[in-house]
């Protein structure tokens, strides 16, 4: 596919929409854009979009996408001012019975979408971005990062933009223990507010 001269969030969004650079599109229902401000200060990157997120077309509005939405807003960020996105555009699945479970990009799929991420931020230059999981670390950085020692270090791409990693709001989900996930989602919450700490002027 050749590289569009992508200059705005709007053209970005029409052309993942066309995008066939990996087999991730044919069994989609669509691509799942970012979605935030142009000059958002701070870009925070997923996995890949769910059930939900693929059915409606927007990131993070599923259960996942509630949580997330409860740590932004006790870090004491604003998600309107906070552009959230994906490391990678389209849903991976496996179907069981009538349901559509995740399944985690492999490298090659992550690696094929990493060029719309690249696009991504090049158009919005966010001031600092959040690593939701290890897929989108590894997208960030070309390369494996742990993400529990990485936990509230500043890390930097190659042109300097600071990069802080935490987990994915799924990993709560899966916590049966109700005081576990009340205290991992303290430390999520916490994470979010450092890098907004590190970020203030």
């Known amino acids: 596919m ?11 969004r029409e052309a993942e929409a066309r995008c066939t650079r990996c087999p991730l599109y044919a069994d989609a229902t669509q691509a799942v854009p970012g979605e935030g401000p142009l000059r958002a200060r701070l870009m925070l ?12 077309g927007h ?4 259960p996942a996408g509630r949580l997330l939405d409860q740590a932004i807003a006790g870090a004491g960020l604003d998600r309107s001012e906070v552009l959230v996105t994906n490391a990678v555009k389209h849903f991976k699945h496996e179907l069981r019975g009538k349901r559509r479970l995740h399944k985690r990009p492999n490298t090659y799929e992550i690696d094929r979408c990493k060029w719309w991420l690249d696009l991504e931020l090049v158009i919005v230059r966010p001031r600092g971005i959040v690593a939701l999981g290890a897929t989108a670390a590894r997208s960030l950085f070309g390369r494996p990062v742990p993400v529990e020692k990485s936990r509230r270090r500043q890390l930097a791409l190659a ?3 600071p990069v802080f ?7 709560m989900l ?28």
Do not use: C, M, N, Y
């Open 165 to 171: 990693v935490t987990q994915h709001p799924s990993a």
């Open 174 to 201: 899966r916590i049966e223990d109700r005081a576990e996930r009340r205290a991992r989602f303290r430390q999520f919450t916490g994470d979010l507010r450092h890098a907004a700490r590190h970020l203030s002027p």
């Open 45 to 56: 990157v997923g996995e890949q979009p769910g059930d939900q997120e693929d059915k409606q």
């Open 2 to 12: 050749p590289a569009p001269a992508i200059k705005s969030l709007k053209g970005l």
């Open 159 to 161: 042109d300097g933009t």
């Open 59 to 62: 990131p993070f509005v599923g």
